[in-house]
């Protein structure tokens, strides 16, 4: 939890339950958190909040979550997450051509969203971390580094970015789909079997031969289990 202090989340939605819900969970995890219940709002108590990331409904009466996105993306430093209550691909385009960083569908899980707030914030503002340690892997962002049980892996920079990836959302399985979109980019335009043989060579280097860190689900994706 002390790793979390100082970081400034701002919630916009206009329904109270979900902002109360994740105010309240937010809070118990360390951050600072502000609340907005629409767009205005959100643009006027961001310039004295200076929020990290922002976590924007795109529904809103008025302004919706687009329009802030585009507005907070042009005045301030801060990392976007939308939610929306349907999963559509031109509502995603539509976020990420406007500097969304990443994008949830309604409903979610508050674990997801933590791991989700974790992972833009290190990767958009390194500085508030310093080494993190998960189960056995210590990453250090600075360094690029992570070691297993203090052992140092021989990563290349993208073994380097799947891995902690795969770490900081240990226990979630995460599709091969979602794992290009985060690690190779939403405009990587190869083939889903490059996942397939990087875990391979993680695995190697893990020294994982029964696959009991890094598991196969198949149909659905690769969890990486640190229990």
């Known amino acids: 939890m002390g790793q979390l202090k100082g ?33 205005m709002t959100a643009i006027t108590a961001a310039k004295e909040f200076q929020p990290h990331i922002a976590i924007l409904d795109v529904m809103m009466p008025g302004m919706d979550g687009f329009e802030v996105c585009r507005m907070l993306k042009k005045t301030e430093h801060i990392a976007v997450i939308m939610l929306t209550a349907k999963d559509e691909v031109d ?42 340690v998960k189960g056995p892997f210590r990453m250090d962002d600075r360094r690029k580094e992570i070691r297993l049980n203090e052992r140092l892996l021989e990563l ?43 875990i391979r060579s993680l695995r190697e280097k893990l020294q994982d031969k029964e696959h009991t860190l890094i598991r196969t689900l198949r149909g659905a994706g690769y969890r990486l289990d640190l229990s």
């Open 7 to 39: 970081i400034r989340v701002m919630l916009v939605d206009d329904e109270p339950n979900i902002l109360q819900f994740l105010e309240l969970g937010l809070l118990n995890e360390g951050f600072e958190v502000r609340t907005a219940p629409d767009g």
């Open 156 to 198: 290349s920079p993208t073994e380097y970015e799947l891995l902690k990836f795969l770490v900081t959302n240990h226990g979630l399985v995460l599709s091969k789909s979602m794992i290009l979109d985060k690690v190779w980019g939403y405009d990587f335009g190869g083939e889903e079997n490059i996942v397939e043989v990087y």
């Open 91 to 132: 509502d995603r385009v539509k976020g990420l051509n406007l500097g969304a960083d990443d994008y949830m569908v309604k409903p979610f899980s508050f674990e997801e969203l933590l791991a989700r707030i974790q992972a833009r914030v290190r990767n958009q503002f390194p500085h508030l971390f310093g080494e993190v």
